[in-house]
């Protein structure tokens, strides 16, 4: 080839690669964006939010290089209505999922097609879609398959209650049925589902690596049943804490897919299950700098709702709720104030806390903002976007709505410094409203309804205008108490 031919052709594909390079930047105009969701860990499980037994080091990491909300808020008290109000942007009196409701064979009564999600609109947007973990929100191949809602990929698992085992015999690859050979009988333990299911959203963030994604990262840690590997982590909590036994129930052909096993160090193993979601944390954050996309990736770390005491959790010795009244399937502040940090560098300025009072319904707006984008329909959310950037034009709720479809029915609402909780609320004889001052009194010690009239008054009014019944989770039962 002639020296000239050859210098043409060097130029030509420096012309390509130019616009290849230029198209590959302006595509990463958009930034990335990783949700990630524990399950059942609460407001005080990490050290950040002064968290004393167990060392969660890569989310308290997260804070010092992010932004921490003191004041925010899961979308209810248990997971599937709370996941429907965060991929919805509507809070629970609006979103179509109000309950946790098993359908055979295997899952949750199905969102409706009509739901547009967040997903939906960032794959819209041009955003590779994927959700690694537990869905819960509709059987495979039903209209809440979660290929059927906005992502792209799937892994984990399909069925909230089959989540309860963390060595299960199968997962779904998106319609795939994934067989773990390997798990079953109490014997036979070897696949650790999250350990799987970690692996498949670092490969997610590899293979898209080249434009934006969307990465819904549902772990079930550190949910009940109290089930880890017996590695370095668990074994640097062994004899740490005094320790009974939990006796549940084991693996074999009687156990209940939604049981939990029994375990002869609770406490360690919950510590050790904090602690290896921790180190996923660690993990998502060291892929985004070895790829070069840890600048321009939002990451979200929260938790479904407060947490739990089910298969030995013992969520009061580890002060779990950081102090705050109540637990999973409460209202009160504990089941419902969750841990919740933005790290996004050079756009969120890193160890801030703000007391900015959000709640699930507002990650869809403020995706959709940061996507550069405008969703379809309105809901109940309001970018906090402008409070990430630390802008005092920040819109603030008039008030955040919660109800709660189990024990009776509850219902709370927040306005301002005034939360107002109603027990008993679906029943024909509702409990009369309890009103706490959040500024004097967040642990919700002191009733004050007696000396605010006016403001209950005000939230019953607001509490008839958020809840509109659902012909599929009825709120207002016949009382059989």
């Not at 590997?229 to 036994?245: A, C, M, N, T």
């Amino acid at each position: 080839m002639k020296e000239k031919s050859k210098n043409a052709l060097f130029t030509w594909r420096l012309v390509i690669a130019s616009i290849f390079l230029a198209s590959s930047v302006a595509a990463q105009q958009q930034p990335n964006i990783i949700l990630i969701l524990a399950d059942d860990l609460g407001y005080g499980d990490i050290g950040v939010n002064g968290q004393q037994l167990i060392r969660t080091p890569n989310i308290d990491r997260l804070a010092a290089e992010g932004l921490l909300f003191e004041q925010f808020y899961t979308g209810t008290s248990v997971c599937a209505p709370s996941r429907s109000a965060l991929i919805s942007g509507q809070h629970t009196g609006h979103t179509f999922i109000r309950g946790n409701l098993s359908v055979s064979p295997e899952g949750q009564y199905p969102i409706a097609d009509s739901v547009l999600t967040i997903a939906e609109v960032l794959k819209k947007a041009g955003y590779a879609t994927g959700a690694f973990g537990k869905w819960g929100l509709g059987p495979v191949l039903s209209d809440g398959d979660p290929n059927k809602q906005g992502f792209d990929h799937f892994f984990g698992y399909n069925c909230q209650s089959l989540a309860h085992r963390y060595y299960p015999t199968h997962l779904w690859r998106n319609e795939q049925r994934i067989v773990l050979e390997k798990n079953g009988e109490l014997e036979r333990r070897e696949q650790y589902a999250p350990d799987m299911i970690q692996a498949e959203a670092l490969a997610f963030i590899e293979e898209h690596k080249a434009k934006p994604f969307f990465l819904f990262l549902p772990h079930t840690l550190p949910h009940a049943e109290l089930v880890v590997p017996d590695d370095s982590i668990f074994q640097s909590y062994v004899g740490k804490f005094p320790e009974e036994p939990y006796v549940g129930s084991d693996y074999g052909p009687n156990a209940k897919s939604g049981g939990y096993a029994s375990q002869n160090y609770p406490r360690a193993t919950f510590a050790s299950m904090v602690a290896r979601l921790d180190r996923y944390v660690g993990e998502v954050v060291d892929k985004l700098k070895a790829l070069g996309l840890d600048k321009n990736t939002m990451i979200v770390f929260t938790s479904d709702n407060g947490p739990h005491q089910e298969g030995g959790a013992d969520p009061i010795f580890f002060n779990s709720a950081g102090g705050l009244r109540g637990l999973k399937r409460d209202l009160y502040e504990g089941g419902i104030r969750v841990p919740f940090i933005v790290r996004w560098p050079e756009t969120v300025k890193g160890g801030g806390r703000t007391q900015h009072v959000a709640a699930f319904w507002d990650l869809f707006p403020t995706f959709a903002q940061v996507a550069g984008v405008k969703s379809e329909v309105s809901g109940d959310g309001i970018s906090f976007l402008p409070a990430l950037k630390g802008s005092p034009l920040q819109q603030e709720h008039p008030y955040l709505y919660w109800e709660f479809h189990e024990q009776g029915g509850k219902q709370a609402l927040r306005h301002g410094q005034w939360k107002g909780i109603r027990l008993q609320a679906a029943t024909k004889t509702p409990r009369v409203l309890e009103l706490y001052d959040l500024v004097s009194d967040p642990q919700e010690k002191h009733n004050v309804a007696e000396n605010q009239p006016a403001i209950v008054r005000q939230i019953e009014s607001w509490m008839s205008e958020a809840h509109v019944e659902s012909s599929v989770f009825p709120f207002r039962k016949a009382d059989t108490d």
